[in-house]
């Protein structure tokens, strides 16, 4: 599969939200220099161009749920599967979703973590489209894809706003799988 570039449709988004999107530095912890979203979200028509871009790749692909990854992926998520006529699924940190869930461990660019989703939340054969913010080493989506495929889903492909590219994070999930609007 290879993907169009998600932003082909509005040639001046890249450069919209470069001048929108803040760099944190040192948080949250000293050397991690964080990709903060916030003033995209709070900026409704160019929120708006970010979720058309990040599923303007799926469109046509027959996806039939979008797994947003806890927190940001849900802000970007839940819209996207709106926009493709899927449904929503959270994965979410552990402890947090009340009824059975599956869960895959992980190890994360600034320390480890889990995720879970409800273990009927994806149906065998149901194609899935993973949503984030950020993919850094690519260790969250991966756990995510993990759930996915475990539950008897095909992943379709990744969705990202940001992939920090020199963390390896593409080689990681399979490039020819991945999307993302912005890479450094
Ligand atoms: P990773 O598992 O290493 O790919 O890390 C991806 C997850 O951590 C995503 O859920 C991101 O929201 C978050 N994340 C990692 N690095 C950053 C960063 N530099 N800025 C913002 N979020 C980040």
Redesign the pocket.
């Known amino acids: 599969m290879n993907l169009p570039a998600p932003s082909a449709s509005d040639p001046t988004l890249v450069a919209d939200l470069n001048a929108r999107l803040r760099d944190v530095p040192d948080f949250p912890k000293p050397g991690?220099?964080?990709?903060d979203i916030t003033p995209v979200l709070a900026d409704p028509r160019l929120f708006g161009r970010v979720i058309h871009a990040m599923a303007e790749p799926f469109r046509g692909r027959h996806i039939t749920k979008v797994v947003g990854?806890e927190a940001?992926?849900f802000l970007l998520g839940a819209p996207i599967a709106l926009t493709l006529d899927a449904g929503f699924v959270p994965a979410r940190k552990p402890g947090k979703l009340p009824h059975r869930s599956v869960v895959e461990r992980?190890s994360?660019?600034?320390g480890a973590d889990g995720l879970e989703m409800h273990e009927d939340a994806i149906l065998q054969g149901e194609r899935v489209l993973v949503v984030?913010?950020?993919?850094?080493?690519?260790?969250?989506?991966d756990a995510t894809a993990k759930l996915v495929r475990r539950l008897g889903g095909e992943l379709v492909g990744f969705s990202f706003l940001i992939s920090?590219d020199f963390?390896e994070?593409p080689k990681r999930l399979g490039p020819d799988k991945v999307t993302a609007l912005l890479s450094f």
């Open positions: 991690i220099v964080f990709k990854v940001r992926g992980y994360l660019e600034y984030d913010d950020v993919l850094a080493t690519g260790g969250t989506a920090l963390l994070g």
